[in-house]
């Protein structure tokens, strides 16, 4: 466990900002987390459920195959979601950095689309997992790259609707309400093949990764050494983010560097000489951290999302 003293050396932001003055090449890894103070459920860990379903159990190639109307409705939620959400003060603060250090690349695990709609340089950008508005066809290799609309048919709506009655859950929400059925014809179809369904463009649990992407990950991280990886809104215990927090670490050289809304005292402990950790909200501390490079962070023109 840190000391008090190596404590206060791994949170000052004076030696922090010294570190990042010093550097050019840096990487990234993002959270969900990063996108909590937009207002968007992570629907990960406790209470991470969905109308009383696992919300993680709904994210595999099984459960669509089940039942694909509960879970597009589910990601048809989760659309409408981020499309009332706005980047917050850390994504554009992310973008600035990336337009202000040629040498940034950012990985994020995030779906929602903020960091788009937050002008981030896309040849600076990984989406590991992907976006909720690319969509794809369960079959053949027809992908629609950004489709925003919302509802995305008919028997989707109720994702869609808002609320009448604050005081009371949404009524898709609701476990207590029943849903409709929704059969598989009422369901978006892929316009090549005119036979499979369509689907998020996300990474379900137990698939992989994009190849391509992952290489060029890869490639950017064995061309130079990294100066420093900003661990943002997830832990640098788990993976991915620990393993490319390591992957990407040069011995003396190498601050990995933790921004969460808390950190472990096994995360403080695993912290080495030049590491620091932040705790707090990344919508308040990133564009602090970052200023002595980016200046002030201004909430700038999104991305157009009216569909």
């Given amino acids: 466990m840190a000391s008090s003293a190596s404590r206060a050396a791994l949170s000052s932001i004076p030696l922090f ?3 990042l003055l010093k550097s050019n090449r840096i990487l990234a890894v993002c959270g969900a987390g990063l996108s909590a103070a937009s207002g968007l459920p992570t629907f990960r860990g406790a209470g991470g459920l969905w109308r009383n379903h696992n919300a993680v159990d709904l994210a595999t190639p099984e459960a669509f195959d089940a039942d694909p109307g509960l879970v597009w409705l589910f990601y048809a939620y989760r ?3 981020a499309l009332t959400a706005k980047p917050n003060p850390a994504h554009y603060a992310l973008a600035e950095l990336a337009r202000k250090r040629p040498g940034f690349k950012c990985l994020s695990q995030n779906v929602d689309n903020l960091h788009v709609r937050a002008n981030h340089p896309s040849d600076q950008l990984s989406l590991l ?10 079959t053949c290799s027809w992908k629609d790259p950004y489709n925003i609309a919302d509802p995305l048919c008919p028997a989707l709506a109720p994702a869609a609707e808002s609320n ?11 476990p ?5 059925e929704i059969k598989k014809s009422e369901l978006p179809h892929c316009p090549d093949c005119k036979t499979e369904l369509q689907r998020p463009g996300v990474v379900w ?7 391509d992407m992952l290489d060029d990950i890869e490639e950017w991280i064995e061309k130079e050494p990294v100066d420093m990886v ?8 788990v993976y991915p983010a620990a393993g490319y927090a390591e992957r990407a670490r040069t011995k003396g050289r190498t601050s990995v560097v933790t921004v969460n809304l808390e950190i472990t005292e096994e995360d403080w402990g695993r912290m080495r000489k030049g590491d620091f950790g932040f705790e707090g909200d990344a919508s308040l501390l990133l564009p602090e951290l970052l200023r002595p490079v980016i200046g002030e962070v201004k909430g ?7 569909g």
């Avoid at 649990?205 to 190849?211: I, K, Q, R, S």
């Avoid at 700038?300 to 009216?306: A, D, G, K, L, Y």
């Fill in 17 to 19: 900002h010294e570190k």
């Fill in 79 to 81: 659309r409408h979601m």
């Fill in 129 to 138: 997992h992907g976006s909720l508005f690319t969509l794809k066809c369960t």
């Fill in 164 to 174: 009448p009655d604050p005081t009371k859950p949404l009524p898709l929400l609701d």
């Fill in 176 to 180: 207590a309400q029943p849903l409709a």
């Fill in 205 to 211: 649990f137990g698939e992989m990764l994009d190849e």
């Fill in 230 to 237: 900003l661990v943002v809104g997830t832990s640098s215990a």
């Fill in 300 to 306: 700038e023109e999104e991305e157009e999302v009216e």
